[in-house]
């Protein structure tokens, strides 16, 4: 049922971005309607460009259903920066220059404005030099790892000297990842000389066999050096499920994880936490507490634990760190003596204008904040899901200093 569902949103999708592009196209090619084979063939080429993500959805896992996924990714990125913007002119010529043309001339029989061929011309061309921009500024901001720090008080954890921990997440290794953005995180990790590195889930992008060379990848990764080693925890993307368009059509109870996604991260050297909590003795006892994704737990578990029964065996004086992968309950971290949080998850919104929206409407989107007596830490992470841009955010590590 799902996935007729997402199979009619996306046809709707469709058929609105065929419809916005007909009229302008042809007014810019075909004016005068007398040959039309020019804009036929363009709206064939393009209604073919949206099938590539319908058709990586419904091939089973392989390099064919993994080629129709990477180039159906990249056209989401052209949909979302020609379509879009064509549909907000659409919208805004309609209500306010057709509406008030058609009442000051309700008594003619041709009442709507008609745009010249020269303005429809203009109006294809700025759209498609607009979203090829986008996508190629987009796609370089995306492969280029940024550095951002936040400064705490070393009190804030409870740590009697400085300490240095690097925050990782939504590395999405999947059909559009390359190695050299991974080998550009490790070496600005490693720059850094961080204390402890804690990776905040998605590893991989609902596929782990669309990892081209697994032991590749392992190899750069288990490369991040630290003193006190690397900690990570599953995000919602970490387990295998068909995606459509970029949205999944498999409920949560049905997720499996990879049987490869343990050894892989054991190659890397990562110590995995799955609703457990991990020690290091030599950052005053600091207690890692690592939780399960809060939509897919994974490995058949429906719910994962609480955090009381997280936390219930740990002393009130020590030094509390939770690691997430989506930002969740940080009204009530506080209540269970947590000392900071760091998650991933919401890629800052990753393409404007998902970045406004996320801001105004999520808790913590991005960024750093305090509540009540929990700092709370929420990167926009290295990869990128879907479209392999970044428009308007950073693909970052996350350096916090305690001093």
Not at 23 to 31: E, I, N
């Amino acid at each position: 049922m799902k996935l007729i569902i997402v199979f009619f949103n996306y046809t709707a999708i469709v058929l609105l971005s065929l419809f916005l592009l007909y009229g302008p196209l042809r007014r810019a090619l075909d004016p005068k309607r007398k040959k039309p084979a020019l804009t036929i063939i363009i709206m064939i080429l393009v209604t073919a460009a949206f099938t590539l993500p319908a058709i990586g959805a419904i091939l089973p896992d392989g390099e064919r259903c993994y080629f129709f996924q990477r180039w159906g990714n990249v056209w989401l990125g052209y949909i979302l920066y020609f379509f879009g913007p064509l549909l907000v002119i659409r919208l805004f010529t309609g209500l306010f220059i057709n509406l008030p043309y058609r009442h000051r001339h309700k008594r003619r029989k041709n009442r709507n404005w008609k745009p010249s061929r020269k303005l429809s011309v203009s109006l294809v061309l700025g759209l498609l030099l607009l979203s090829i921009g986008l996508n190629i500024w987009g796609n370089y901001a995306a492969h280029h790892v940024k550095v951002t720090r936040y400064l705490v008080d070393k009190k804030q954890l409870k740590q009697e000297q400085p300490a240095r921990i690097i925050l990782i997440a939504d590395l999405h290794i999947g059909v559009n990842s390359t190695l050299k953005i991974y080998e550009d995180m490790v070496e600005r990790i490693n720059t850094q000389k961080p204390d402890l590195v804690v990776v905040a889930g998605d590893i991989v992008t609902s596929a782990f066999g669309a990892m081209e060379d697994p032991d590749a990848y392992a190899k750069v990764l288990s490369q991040i050096q630290s003193t006190y080693g690397t900690y990570v925890v599953y995000g919602n993307h970490d387990v295998d499920e068909p995606l459509f368009g970029g949205f999944t059509y498999m409920g949560a109870e049905n997720a499996e994880r990879n049987p490869g996604m343990e050894p892989f991260l054991e190659k890397c050297g990562w110590k995995l936490l799955t609703d457990e909590v991990a020690r290091i003795p030599e950052l005053n006892n600091l207690a890692i507490v690592g939780r399960r994704d809060k939509t897919r737990p994974g490995d058949g578990v429906k719910e994962r634990a609480t955090l009381k029964t997280l936390t219930e065996g740990i002393e009130p004086e020590a030094p509390v760190l939770l690691l997430e992968h989506e930002p969740a309950e940080l009204e009530r971290l506080d209540s269970f003596g947590i000392d900071m949080m760091v998650a991933g998850h919401t890629h800052d919104g990753q393409v404007f204008p998902g970045n406004v929206f996320g801001r105004i409407h999520d808790q913590q989107s991005y960024g750093i904040k305090e509540w009540g007596h929990t700092t709370a830490i929420v990167t926009s992470g290295v990869g990128y899901y879907g479209p392999p841009i970044r428009v308007g955010t950073i693909s970052e590590i996350v350096v916090i200093d305690l001093k």
